[in-house]
């Protein structure tokens, strides 16, 4: 059995396709449709660059594993939909973590109206949920409960906005980082007021500052804070995406 059109295309929407070579988060080169040199030819090279249709071809190829695997581990009859949503589960989390579930056991024991709750569970990384996943596993429990298949008609495989878990102005850490920040601005504010009341020009200021303990520790303690404030949003935007 092969993945249909309908599942190809769920898949390269959300894994998205890059041209050009690049160092995923794990520090593994890929191209394309999420293509590693671990699943064969091509070898990914630095700066290496694809066609678009190239790209298409690779994860035609990278699936044909998912595909036997599936096909392996399912015991039961399964719809063309079906199959495509198991390849592309497979395809993101692993056919270890597929052959593992207990998703597959409720496939194989024809609990099929059970599948959607049990792919919703795997929306999580490191331990919290992340947006683009429940997206995917949304747009995966849409396409099983679909009964034919056919073109895609946007509303079953198009994913929702991103939403992250909270804005950064609700962030703990964010809040603290921004006050931190205000209170060492403060303090050396308070601390430098009556150096340049006093002081003749600029340089002989600014040498003078940098040698005051507080000084230093404000500056340190505003860096720190704009650092942590920074990468919160950062996390914020990426569960966003």
Known sequence: MKTSDDGVKLIQLFEGLRLTSYVCPAG??????????AAGNPIVKPKMTITKDEAADILRSDLSRFERGVEGMVKVDISQNQFDVLVSFAYNCGLGALKKSTLLKRVNAKRFDEVPTELMKWSKAGG???????????????LWRSITGGEPDGSRVQPDQPVASKSIAQSKEANAAAIAGGASLIAIGNDLVPLVQGASNAAAVASEALGRPIVILGIVILLASIGIWYWRKRRLDEEGA
Not at 28 to 37: F, M, P, Q, R
């Open 28 to 37: 593994v080169l890929t191209i394309g449709y999420g293509h590693t040199s």
């Open 128 to 142: 919290r949920q992340l947006a683009g996943l429940v997206r995917r596993r949304r747009a995966e429990c849409e």
